[in-house]
C-alpha cells in the first residue's frame, strides 16, 4: 500500500498521463491496436495495487478490475473475439462491483431493493430475450443481457450512493455508453441494420467511439477508491502530527 500522499498524487497524474497517451495511440495504430488496447485495460488494474489495504472494498473493486482484463484477453486480443468467456468475466466483475456497492448502502431498505432489483431485471431480459429471438437466443445473448441489465443497476444504484461514489458512477455511466455501443455493432447477427441509417453511422463515425467511453470508464474505476485513501492519508498524517 503507497501511503504517502505526493507519492500516491504522481503516481495518479503518471496514470492519467500514460493511459491518455495510450488511448491517443490505438486510436491511431492498426498493427499494434489490439495489444494497446488491452495494455490500457491492464494499467487500470496495476494501478489499483497501489491502493491495496485489507478492506472488502478493495478486495471487490481489484477483483473486479482484475476480471476485466480476463474478459478483454478474449475479446481484445485475440483478432476474433472469444464472446462466451469474455462475457462470463464481464458478468463476474459487474457481480464484484454490486457487492461493494451492496455493502456501501447503510440503509437496509436500499439494500433489499438492490437484490429484488437484480433478480427482477435479470429474470426479465433474459426470459425477453428467449422469447423474442427463439432459437437465435444464445448463451452469449442471454449472458450478454444478464451483464448489461447488472451494468445499469450498478449506474443506478451508484449514482444512488453519490457523492460518496461518483468516480464510480460516472465509469459506469462510460462503460454504460460503450456496451451501448458494443451492442449495436453485434446487431447486424441478429437484426437488420439498414445502411445509412442512425445506428450504422453511430457503428462507423471514422474513429473507435466505443473504446473512447471504455477507456476512460476503467480509469475512474480505478481512481474510485483514490478519494477516500487521499482523505484517510491525510488524517492519519494529521494524527502523527498532533502527537
Known sequence: MMKSKPLLTGAAALFLVT???????FQTESEYGRLLRFAAVALACLFCLLLMERSREYLLTQTALFLTVCAD????????????PGMVFFSVAQLAYAARLYLAEIHSTRRRTQIIARVCLSA?????A???????????????????????????????????QLLMAAGFTLFLLCD???GFAFLDGYLTVPEGSLIDRI??????????????SQ????????????????????????K
Do not use: C
Not at 482523505?231 to 498524517?237: I, M, P, S, T
Open 130 to 164: 428467449a422469447a423474442v429471438l427463439g432459437k437465435d437466443a444464445d448463451a452469449v445473448v442471454i449472458l450478454s443481457l444478464f451483464y448489461y441489465a447488472n451494468l445499469v443497476l450498478n449506474l443506478v444504484f451508484a449514482w444512488m450512493q453519490a457523492p460518496k
Open 203 to 216: 457503428n462507423h463515425p471514422g474513429f473507435d467511439l466505443a473504446w473512447a467511453f471504455y477507456l476512460p
Open 73 to 84: 484477453y478474449f475479446l481484445v486480443l485475440p483478432p476474433s473475439p472469444n464472446q462466451l
Open 19 to 25: 493511459e491518455t497517451l495510450l488511448g491517443i495511440r
Open 124 to 128: 426479465f431480459v433474459m426470459a425477453a
Open 180 to 182: 451501448t455501443l458494443v
Open 219 to 242: 480509469m475512474l474505476l480505478a481512481f474510485s477508491l483514490l478519494p477516500a485513501r487521499l482523505r484517510r492519508n491525510a488524517d492519519a498524517g494529521h494524527r502523527a502530527a498532533r
